[in-house]
């Protein structure tokens, strides 16, 4: 027993040496990587893409299940969107509320027979709309699919340009959202595959016309704790992935990508349980295998705001789901790994989605069940559990800090002092309790996903809070 | 397992941890640091910037006039900034009269000096950021640097010097970028470098035509779409002549052009390129007919109603039915026509403008001959629709379960 709790406390602690280590060159990857984008940006003009006949064409596709209570908000915020070139498609992925006929009444919809050519399976159509106010949209309304990729599938066959953008009916896209990210595929001397923006929280910020009039941080702990989630994985991890053109997801919420390519790649996969991080693997497998030289960059400016759960209860699913999503395209990738055929992607992304993404949770909680066994048993000196304990705590601490400096530097919406004060409080409480509890619902995730329990489960929405202002 | 809890004892886990502890506190007191001496440093940079743009605005006149000298602009760097922000702002939309007021206040206050000593003699982003910032200048002596830009090594240096040469916007500073791009001495992304001779060939088309001559492949096509996006009537001379070029990318182009000229020069070859061989060729050859429909271009459209591909078709439909006092006619000329096809692409445009019920009114109270027409459209109409579907509500149904051809 006794030497069995000495590997295991050896093992956690090589483990999270290492994995320290990773996120440390992550965070310095990220400060230099965002300090460049910074000083490309003034050389850059964005507004040589608002007049430009050559600006790509973007397609927004806007999957909507049951949205009646956002819709009209997130479409009025997307037509009002700045970019010459925008068609925005909205698919009704067979709602049982009014999202549908709030569209018709707000947007003034007509059946329409536009040419619909269904080169991506998908749940069967049953009738186009365009709308009277504003000949860019355009409603697809489908049988239910059952997966967000199913009415992305819908949509992307009706996309016409070469790109398309995805995102939620729940999000609001700042108004240069798309400009930025144009600006990326416009000037890139390599080919964009696609383009990730940063997601943001919505949660507690005050929206008028489709736009965010207002950012705060929320009140709710548990929301406040997803900002500085938010703001890590995106300023940080996918910053310094991005920088090494490893980027391994490009968010659900708010992605650009080549249509061409996801096409060829057959669109999103309908059983995915992650179906974002799947294109994005997919995407790079079929690159890799056909030798292009490719970018996918994320850029930090471009933003979408969008809700996030508002209970324990919710957000233990949502973890849950995203857990289930990795392990199902590690498991599916898992051809890819250490072949030098699939170059850093293979060799070095995914090794380390496997041992410090996946089995985190497995290791973290195994890990400190023996360490706190072998201190209760005697065998770990407590004066060392303790200063592990604290350097555990505070190098997180660091990490998350580092990651509020990210968001001071690049684009800093929240601009009071209270706001930022709080922030940094949280980073305080993340990682006892909340970290333990995240870990504990992944591990949930990966087990639900070992028994064979993929079902899609439906997120609870709210309306957004709107002001006069 | 003793082996791993030797080499842990060597390793000194307790002394790393400790090592480990101080250098995460240090990191976080670093940062906590950093976010609020940098809060600070803002807020009194926003303090003085305000008060020299206040400073500026209070004697724009005399400092624009060149009556008060702004000589201490050339030593305080922020001073600078803030006088060279105003300018540039007030030189994007300054009127052909002002512009050289502006320029010169440019070279009094020594910005443009800087600015062109910085892009000689800089690197990275200072050189990149002085390059565009010169092309804002808009200033004639601003553009052999920014050609020497084009010489650099890296990308985004030469990304940078085509930007400031397109927002130079004179056909002086596009003759640096066509010289390079031609003899394929210069790479940089085509997005970037079509919008900068879009901008600087607007005023001279022209002078595109004779590097249209000399470049070869990809290069030729993109310089015959720029020329398509800033041709007139005055210079469509190669535009003729490009469109029996054997490239389909370049007849495209012209096509496009056509549609800027004036209908006497542009109906005749728009007509050959709507029966091109490529789909995309008839396709630009059709949206520029829809500018013409006044002037001659109703029977080649409703031919192009015809069309195999599907989408030629839809264009075409959406050009007949753009003018709404020619509706009655082109309606009578396709039915005419005799050809369903073309009558159901009319047929569903109108649906899809909302303009159906609208025009069938219009041709029962106008046209003589309305019974034969609305009778036409209905049948037609009824093709699109799939049994027992309610009349007035087209469904997709049938798109997606007999997929259209395109």
């Known amino acids: ?469 | 397992m003793a082996f791993v809890s030797s080499g842990l004892e060597q390793f000194a886990p307790a002394r790393v941890v400790f090592g480990a502890i101080v250098v995460s506190m240090s990191g976080i007191a670093l940062l906590l640091v950093f976010i609020i001496v940098r809060r600070w440093m803002r807020t009194r940079y926003f303090v003085r910037r305000d008060a020299i743009a206040a400073y500026v605005r209070q004697h724009w006149e005399a400092l624009v006039s060149g009556k008060l000298l702004p000589t201490n602009f050339r030593t305080d760097g922020l001073a600078r900034e803030v006088l060279e922000a105003i300018l540039l702002d007030r030189i994007e939309v300054a009127k052909r009269d002002e512009l050289p007021l502006l320029v010169d206040c440019l070279r009094r206050s020594g910005v443009l000096d800087v600015r062109i000593h910085e892009a000689r003699t800089a690197a990275g982003w200072r050189q990149r950021s002085a390059l565009v910032i010169l092309g804002r200048t808009r200033a004639p002596e601003a553009v052999p640097a920014l050609s020497d830009g084009l010489e650099s090594a890296d990308v985004e240096t030469r990304v940078a010097a085509v930007r400031g040469l397109g927002k130079i916007a004179d056909p002086a500073a596009a003759l640096p970028m066509l010289e390079r791009f031609t003899d394929g001495r210069m790479e940089v992304p085509w997005g970037v470098l079509k919008n900068a001779l879009l901008s600087c060939s607007a005023r001279q088309p022209e002078m595109l035509t004779r590097y249209l001559r000399t470049a070869q492949g990809t290069r030729r096509d993109l310089l015959a779409r720029v020329l398509s996006e800033v041709v007139d009537s005055a210079s469509c001379d190669e535009l003729l002549i490009l469109v029996s070029d054997p490239s389909a990318e370049i007849r495209a182009s012209a096509a496009r052009g056509l549609g800027r000229v004036t209908a006497e020069i542009a109906l005749s070859p728009l007509a050959q390129l709507a029966s091109d061989k490529e789909w995309f060729v008839r396709l630009r050859a059709v949206v520029a007919l829809g500018s013409f429909i006044e002037h001659g271009a109703l029977p080649v459209l409703v031919r192009v109603l015809g069309d195999r591909n599907r989408l030629v078709r839809q264009r075409a439909a959406w050009a007949l039915i753009r003018s709404p006092h020619l509706v009655q006619d082109v309606l009578r000329e396709v039915v005419a026509a005799g050809d369903d096809y073309g009558l159901q692409a009319v047929v569903a445009e109108l649906d899809r403008c909302g303009l159906y019920r609208s025009v069938l009114e219009q041709l029962k109270h106008l046209a003589a001959d309305s019974d034969q027409l609305t009778g036409s459209l209905d049948r037609a109409r009824a093709s699109l629709l799939p049994p027992g579907h309610p009349e007035g509500e087209p469904a997709a149904e049938r798109t997606t379960k007999e997929a259209w051809v395109a």
Request: proline share 4%; hydrophobic share 50%.
């Open chain 1, 1 to 469: 027993m006794i030497p069995l709790l000495n590997l295991s406390n050896s093992v956690l602690f090589v483990y999270y040496l290492i994995s320290n280590l990773f996120y440390f060159v992550l965070l310095i990857t990220a400060f230099v990587s965002a300090a460049r984008h910074r000083q490309r940006l003034s050389s850059l003009r964005l507004e040589t893409l608002d007049d430009s006949p050559f600006t790509p064409p973007i397609s927004i596709l806007v999957p909507a299940h049951d949205e009646a209570s956002n819709i009209t908000e997130n479409v009025t915020a997307l037509l009002s969107l700045d970019y010459p070139a925008l068609q925005i498609i909205v698919i009704n992925d067979g709602s049982e509320d009014e999202t549908l006929e709030v569209l018709k009444s707000e947007f003034a919809l007509r059946a329409t027979s536009v040419l619909y050519v269904p080169q991506i399976a998908s749940a069967p159509v049953r009738a186009l709309y365009t709308s009277a106010l504003d000949d860019r949209l355009l409603v697809l309304d489908k049988a239910a699919g059952g997966t967000k990729a199913d009415a992305a599938n819908a949509g992307l066959n009706a996309a016409t340009s070469p790109y398309v953008a995805v995102i939620d009916a729940d999000s609001v896209l700042q108004k240069d959202a798309l400009v930025r990210i144009g600006a990326e595929i416009f000037s890139a001397a390599v080919e964009v595959i696609a383009v990730g923006g940063i997601v943001r929280v919505l949660n507690g910020s005050m929206v008028s016309g489709g736009q965010i009039r207002e950012i705060r941080l929320p009140k709710r702990p548990i929301e406040v704790l997803q900002v500085i989630e938010y703001l890590r994985a995106f300023l940080i991890g996918r910053e310094a992935w991005s920088a090494l053109n490893m980027l391994p997801i490009i968010s659900g919420a708010f992605g650009v990508f080549s249509r061409e390519r996801m096409m060829r790649v057959g669109g999103f996969r309908t059983n995915a349980i992650g179906e974002d991080i799947d294109l994005v693997v997919r995407m790079h497998r079929s690159l890799l295998q056909e030798h292009k030289r490719y970018r996918m960059p994320f850029v930090p400016e471009p933003t979408c705001w969008t809700q996030v759960p508002q209970t324990l209860r919710a957000l233990g699913h949502q973890r849950a789901r995203w857990q289930k999503g990795l392990l199902d395209v590690l498991w599916g990738s898992r051809d890819m790994l250490f072949r030098p055929r699939y170059g850093r992607f293979g060799c070095v992304m995914l090794p380390y989605l496997w041992v410090f993404e996946l089995a985190a949770p497995v290791v973290e909680i195994v890990g400190l069940s023996s360490i706190i066994l072998a201190a209760v048993l005697g065998v770990l000196s407590k004066t060392f559990l303790i200063q592990f304990a604290v350097y555990g705590y505070a190098f997180a601490m660091l990490i998350s800090i580092g990651a509020v400096v990210q968001e001071e530097i690049t684009v800093r919406r929240y601009h009071r002092w209270t706001d930022v004060g709080r922030l940094l409080l949280y980073c305080l409480a993340e990682h006892f309790p909340y970290r333990q509890i995240n870990m504990w619902w992944r591990l949930r995730g990966m087990w639900q996903y070992l028994r064979g329990n993929v079902a899609w489960e439906k997120s609870e929405r709210s309306a957004f809070a709107t002001t006069t202002k």
